[in-house]
């Protein structure tokens, strides 16, 4: 691969790294679809959002940042 080649990793590291790199990979992902669900809900609510339903969307949107 591409991204072997240019940390030119010794022969016995990169099963170890690509195995961190899935779990950093599905995380990342976990956390981009709660971004997309929190931006949804306020874009379904804007019309109506109170200020309540607000900071929870805020609060959630901090906490996975």
Known sequence: ???DAYMGLPESVPPLFWTVDA???TERQALGRDRIKIIND???GYDSIDE???DQLASLSMKIT
């Open 1 to 3: 691969m591409l991204i």
């Open 23 to 25: 779990g950093y990979e």
């Open 42 to 44: 306020y874009l379904q």
């Open 52 to 54: 309540v339903e607000a």
